[in-house]
Structures are given as structure tokens and as C-alpha cells.
């Protein structure tokens, strides 16, 4: 932590990933400040102990600043990185290498199921190990976001978005699926699969989803790799899976034999993955399996994640899913928890460009849904693109025998969402933008009968 010592400031500290940094910098002794474009309850939260300004700025660098770090949705020309030339800037995962350093860092990586399978293997080693850190880009009740922990496990939540993962070098690795997102900075699929794989040959120890065609690929060469999954010829399954509403139940099976029985806090064949590499993870780091599965059951859920808010002879469920093959997981997860009950889906598209790319993907998904209100786009840190809109998704959605509308903002899709349902529903909002508030707000409504 010496690099990272001092006086630390962090430019965009309101995401997820970075208000996450700015706990373990401040639990390693630095002083902390940043910044970020726009108020939320994140920096709120922050606010106690770090010295935070809304709105970019170079007088929000303080003096005597000994390093800055930026998130990747900052560019080169950021006013504040531009006011501190001399300081060293650190992008955040080149940060989070650098404070895990002399740690055994295990890192969660893939397109989907990160903040879910790193909330669980870090619940997981808690537990069972009774020491460890994590770093978790999502929020979890009862479980902060990072803490520096004691003893040498520490468990990262990685993403692939900005290609700077592959600087880190982790003692083990868990891939949990690879799929076609962030191909804006890989190009190809191909090169997206060939990234994974050279930093899976960086770790010492590795596991990868046998389900995953993909992950399954890039694993190929490997020593041995640990391989977790629905199919029976993973190391380590599952069998006799059956759903109960908003939970998982099954018979965990490590190489050929049976460890125990365990019921998950959490819907869906995608979430039972989760647990499996969950359960992966502790393997990697040492702990025995039997005492990891008996610790399951007792996971968090992280926030977003297929979210109950409202049961009331209506069912409100926040999901943060933003790509295609997230939102099918999430209706089928809905499916087979409360079977025979009608789904009205609002999803909010989450970047122009994805927006862009996958289009046609969202339509044939949200087509599965028995109605769906689009709204439009939630640009990220993205720049309009000309002619890109929320209306191609709900054009989608048509054109795959759906019901879809349209609507531009928020208000007036919760507004059509409401005119939509029927008592018993499924009502369900998908996105990663801020489409939270139409979830909170529609169950607060259907809570008090409006």
C-alpha cells in the first residue's frame, strides 16, 4: 500500500467499483477525496469519512495530494486529472493490484454473475476460513462493499470492461461465462476469449464454468482446471435442482460424490451457477468443501439481483440485468420460481452502443415476457449515437411476435407499467441505468393499494 499511501483522490468515487477502492485505501490508512458528476446516496455514504465534491473540478484536488485514481469512464482530458500532471495517476484496477499485493487475491471474472459469485465465495471464506478480505462492485445488505480483512485470502470482483484486468496477477481465478459485451475494446469474440485465457494462465489455481462454451475454451491447455456446473461431468454440480419462489434447492456433488444438500437465497438455473463458483472460490483458496456448503444457505444477496421489493398480490422484482443473456436469465428464473403467473417487463437499455450491437437480441428475449414497456436509453458516460434508441428494442420486441411499448421517460412508462397490470402479476424492471427509482417507486405504490 505504500504507492497508494498518503493523500489518495478519486476521480468518479461514486461508482461502484471506485467507492469500493475508496473504502480499502481509507482502511489502509490513506486520507481519501474524490469526485464524481453527479450527487447520489453513494456519496452519501462516503461523505463521513472522505472529503467528496459533486462536479469535476481542479480546485477538488486538494494540496499535497500523493496519487490520483480514475475509474475507467474518465477520459485523458478530465479536468482534475489535467490539474495534477506531476501526481501519479492510477487507473483502478492497476490500484486494486497494487493494494492486494502480498495477498492471495482471488479474482471473480466473466460477462455475468460476478457481483453475485463474489458476494457468496466472500460470505464463504468468512465463514468457513474465518479471515479474508473483498473488493464487490455491487452493494450488499449487511456486507460492505470492501474491507481489508485479515489473513491472506482476499476476494475480488474483476471486470473485463476496459481490458486493464489482465495487469493483475491473481492466485486464483474463476471464470464464470464469457459473452459478447465490451467488444468495443476487444474487437472480436475471439480476442475477448484469447484475453481471458492468457489471464487464467497468469493464476496458479483456476476454475471455470463447464456450461460456458467459451469459458470451457479458454480453459482448454490449462493444468487441470476446476470445473463447476449444471453438467454432469463437472467437478463440481448439481443435482435434483428444484425452485421455490425467490429460492434455489439442490444436491451438491464434488468429483462423482455427494457433499450435502443446500438451498440458495436466490431463483433460477443462473443463480444456482453462481453458487457453484461461489463454492469454486473457497476450493481455490483451501477451505474444505462439506463446511462450504454448509455455509451457503446464510449468503447475502447483493442488491438488484432479481430484488423481491414488494409482495402484495402483485410481485415488484429490481434486476440489474443489461444484456440480453442477463434478462433471460432473470424471466427464466422468474418462470420456474412462480410458475403460471403473468410477467409485465420494463427494461431501460443501458448504452448506446449496446443498445446498438444487441438490439435485436433484447427483442427476441423480452418477446418472453407477456408485456414490456421500453423506455429510452441510459447513456452511461456515452455520447448519443445518431438514430440509436430504446425504440429499436421495443421494434424488437414486436417483430419476435411480443407486446412491447414505448415510452421516453420513466414517468411515463411506470405510469403505462400501471395501466398494464393485473392483480397477481410479476412486475419486473431490468436495467443497470436508473430505472431502480420506477422499481421502488411502483412498490411503494402497489404496497399501499394505489
Known sequence: MKELGGRVHLVGIGGDGMAALARLLWEGGATVSGSDVRDSARLAALRPWAEVYVGHDPEHVPDRTSAIVFSSAVGKNNLELQ?????????????????TRGRDLLAVVGTHGKTTTATWATWLVRKVMEEGGHYIGGEVPG???????????????????????????PHGVVLTSIDNDHLGTYGTMGNLVRTFKGFLRAAEKVAVCRDD???????LGLPRPLTFGL????????????YRQGRSCFEVTFLGKKVGDVEVPAPG???????????????????????????????????????VLEENGYLVVDDYAHHPTEVAAGLTALRLGWPNRRIVAVFQPHRYTRTRDLAGAFG?????ADRTVVTEIYPAFESPLPGVSGRWVAEAIRGAGGHALFRDDLRSALEAAGELLEPGDILVCFGAGDIWKLAREMARGLCNGS
Not at 451457477?273 to 468443501?289: E, V
Open 83 to 99: 490539474a495534477a500532471p506531476d501526481v501519479p495517476a492510477w487507473p483502478r484496477l492497476d490500484a486494486l493490484g497494487t493494494v
Open 143 to 169: 456486507l460492505a462493499s470492501a474491507a481489508w480483512g485479515q489473513g491472506r485470502p482476499f476476494v475480488a470482483e474483476v471486470d473485463e470492461s476496459d481490458g486493464r484486468f489482465v495487469r493483475l496477477r
Open 213 to 219: 462454451p467459451r469459458a470451457a475454451q479458454a480453459g
Open 231 to 242: 453438467h454432469r461431468e463437472a467437478d463440481l454440480s448439481a443435482r435434483g435442482i428444484q
Open 269 to 307: 438455473p443462473h443463480n444456482v451457477r453462481n453458487a457453484l463458483a461461489a463454492l469454486a472460490a473457497g476450493l481455490l483458496l483451501g477451505a474444505p468443501c462439506r463446511e462450504l456448503v454448509r455455509a451457503l444457505p446464510t449468503a447475502p444477496r447483493p442488491r438488484r439481483r432479481l430484488e
Open 364 to 368: 427476441r428475449v423480452l418477446a418472453q
